[in-house]
């Protein structure tokens, strides 16, 4: 059972941290634009003097507008913010799964098992999780299984069918 939680909880790790990069890029991406299309703009409002007044006066203010969008949506959705909730969720998951190799590893008699695998369920119902992509958790699911290193989901249960 320890095994598979360890699974689920590492898939769940890559997962944020896949959601994590996701957000950075956004970011980036939504940034860069932002400012090479307002640059762009700004630069050539005056430089060289425009022939065609139809520029001026209506694709400047467009392309504008996706400047304005795109720092609206850098405002609004917060990608940096969700970014770091991602990256800290995952640490999370991380430590947690630490503590289940720390059990696997160490021979401790049944009584003290039982309370430390308490311990863990709590602390495992207790973060705060927020929705990864489920692309994000796809994949995060593929590179875990990719390890070759846990059960498959769901062996440690009896085989109802027999």
């Not at 941290?17 to 980036?28: D, P, V």
């Not at 994000?136 to 249960?157: A, Q």
Request: charge should be positive; proline fraction near 4%.
């Amino acid at each position: 059972m320890l095994l598979d939680w360890m699974r689920k909880i590492h898939q769940l790790e890559y997962a944020h941290c896949y959601q994590s990069i996701f957000w950075n890029k956004f970011e980036n991406w939504i940034g860069i634009s932002a400012f090479i299309i307002s640059t762009i703009v700004a630069f050539s409002y005056r430089y060289p003097p425009l022939k065609e007044d139809w520029i001026q006066d209506y694709l400047f203010p467009s392309i504008l507008l996706i400047v304005a969008i795109l720092t609206g949506l850098q405002t609004f959705f917060k990608p940096s913010d969700k970014a770091g909730n991602h990256k800290r969720i995952g640490f999370s998951y991380e430590k947690l799964r630490h503590q289940i190799e720390i059990f696997l590893n160490t021979d401790m008699p049944e009584k003290d098992l039982q309370r430390k695998i308490e311990i863990v369920k709590n602390e495992w119902d207790e973060l705060k999780s927020v929705y990864v992509f489920n692309r994000y958790f796809i994949k995060g699911k593929n590179r875990v299984n990719g390890f070759g290193k846990y059960p498959e989901e769901l062996s440690f249960l009896e085989d109802l069918n027999k």
